[in-house]
């Protein structure tokens, strides 16, 4: 059953006093001026995919009765209460609301068991966290007080391990976790945290800098915004170092905090000090031996590049939860001659695309010939699972491994672009080496984010043709550019110092 998002009730909600554990600003941001959150493309999928596991999550806890009236809190309030009382052993009740001292929470799940009740929280992440501890204890607090006796807390999560191996058996996919003990110490100082949260809400907004806060344990939404209100840093923020977290703290520490004015004696490694010489000079680094590397590639090169996506509740047969299924493919194929050759697979029919994609993939890779990918990780990782569900193609699949030249530690040891702002992904390194070529022109879509939710919308039934054809031509411009920026970075770096635009 679909359950629509809760009002915001008069005082605090679950969700604010939790927010404001993380930073006070942001439940004053979220009450007073929710307007100014960006929604990223991952956020809304991880909250998709929360929804959907919440709701199959209540059918695998068992019977129960769903406590609806989301828009009408004073009568969920009551509902909860009547059936509360005099509830038999194994009641189990469905977002039951509870509030107490203004604050109100609706339970994921709470069963009556014997001498009393367990309440369960559901994540649609793979463990528990910290955050996840203090999410249950604002709830057992609130049911506490509310004269709810709580004697089991528990936190459900995705079991990674399960496999969708029945059509719509999906015994296994949820585990549970007991979390009494993580709790017990949080429960003393929840009273406290609801004070500060209605304090803050009353006042002004509060000063707070950005900092790491503001992505851990959520990427806040606001972060635009109140970037926007500090000064501007420096060009160069020593922040940016290449893996220079603990040496940037001591440079700020010493009130250095613009690159260029590192001492080059103050670097730890090869990449910082190739950095902070760019930024120094002005100029593009590329190091000696790199034009060689590439230039030493034997022919043909294959130039390679896949689109995937998740869910946390798998939709194919033989795949499991957060598993990274390809649905695309581009793969730019470069002769000795020069000649260029484009192979390409894009299923968006709404089926399982791993046996396509698998077959597609040998078909366009040939048997020889490196194929240059960009942080070869992620495609190892996919084609390993690709040939786990594909087996009679397992050795083949294996075999492309092998073949693989990463092409994102040649760039990262070395080259290195004042513009690149500490970043060595493709789409910081393309505009410093060939600046024609461009994700920003693109129509429609232009990251990864974007041709996941292209995707869930092209499979989508309710997709009209019309529109599922135009998805179709911008996720193949899009992939069709991530090998071509592969072609023509190894092309442009080959010839040396000169092809870099400083
Ligand atoms: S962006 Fe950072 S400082 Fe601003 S509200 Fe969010 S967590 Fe707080």
């Known amino acids: 059953m679909t359950v629509r998002k809760a009002t915001r009730p008069p005082g605090l909600s679950k969700s604010r006093v939790l927010a404001a554990r993380q930073c006070p600003r942001r439940p004053w941001l979220q009450t007073h001026r929710p307007e100014l959150a960006d929604g ?42 009547s059936l509360v009382d005099g509830a038999k052993t194994g009641t189990r009740l469905f977002e039951a609301a509870f509030s107490h001292d203004g604050v109100l929470v609706r339970v994921d799940a709470l069963e009556r068991v014997r001498r009393g ?13 910290d955050h996840h501890a203090e999410d249950v204890a604002v709830q057992a607090w609130v049911l506490g007080e509310a004269g709810i006796d709580i004697r089991e807390s528990r936190v459900g999560v995705v079991d990674k391990r399960f496999v969708y191996r029945k059509p719509g058996r999906y015994d296994g996919l949820l585990r549970t976790e007991p979390v009494d003990d993580l709790i017990e110490p949080l429960l003393p100082e929840v009273g406290a945290w609801v004070a500060r949260a209605r304090d803050t809400l009353a006042g002004e907004m509060p000063t707070v800098a950005t ?43 010493e009130g250095i905090t613009d690159l260029r004015k590192v001492p080059i004696d103050r670097v730890r490694n090869e990449i910082q000090r190739r950095m902070v010489e760019s930024i120094k000079k002005r100029r593009a680094i590329i190091e000696p031996a790199l034009p060689g590397l590439l230039a030493g590639l034997r022919y043909p090169r294959y130039y390679l590049d896949f689109e995937t996506i998740l869910f946390v509740v798998p939709r194919w047969l033989g795949t499991r939860p957060y598993q990274q299924i390809p649905f695309q493919f581009s793969c730019h194929i470069e002769r000795r001659t020069g000649r260029v050759d484009h192979r390409e697979f894009l299923d968006i029919s709404g089926n399982s695309p791993i046996d396509g994609f698998a077959r597609a993939l040998l078909a366009a890779c040939g048997n020889s010939g490196p194929i240059v990918v ?5 495609e190892t990782g996919v084609i390993k699972t690709v040939a786990e569900q594909v087996p009679e193609l397992m050795p083949a699949l294996l075999a492309l491994i092998d073949r693989f030249v990463d092409l994102l530690p040649l760039v990262r040891n070395h080259y290195y672009h004042p513009d690149l702002g500490g970043s060595f992904s493709i789409k910081a390194v393309l505009p410093t080496v060939v600046p024609e070529l461009r994700y920003d022109l693109l129509d429609g879509v232009q990251h990864g984010g974007d041709a996941q939710m292209a995707y869930l919308e092209a499979i989508d039934p309710a997709t009209t043709p019309a529109r599922r054809a135009e998805i179709e031509r911008q996720l193949q411009r899009y992939c069709q550019l991530d090998t071509e920026a592969m072609l023509r970075l190894v092309q442009a770096l080959s010839a040396g110092p000169a092809s870099a635009h400083a």
């Not at 990427?219 to 893996?243: A, H, I, K, N």
């Not at 960009?374 to 992620?378: E, I, M, R, V």
């Open 40 to 81: 990223s493309d991952a956020q809304r999928m991880r909250i998709e995919g929360g929804t959907q596991f919440g709701e199959l999550a209540r059918d695998l806890l068992g019977d129960g009765t769903l406590i609806e009236h989301v828009d009408d809190l004073e009568t969920a309030l009551a509902a909860t209460r």
């Open 117 to 129: 009740w367990a309440l369960t929280e559901i994540k649609s992440s793979t463990e528990v966290k």
């Open 211 to 253: 900092g790491p806060h503001c992505s851990t344990p959520f990427d806040c939404p606001f972060q635009s915004y109140c970037r926007s209100l500090e000064p501007p840093g420096p060009t160069y923020p020593v922040s940016s170092l290449y893996r220079g977290g603990k040496l940037a703290a001591e440079l700020i520490a």
């Open 374 to 378: 960009y942080n070869k990780a992620f």
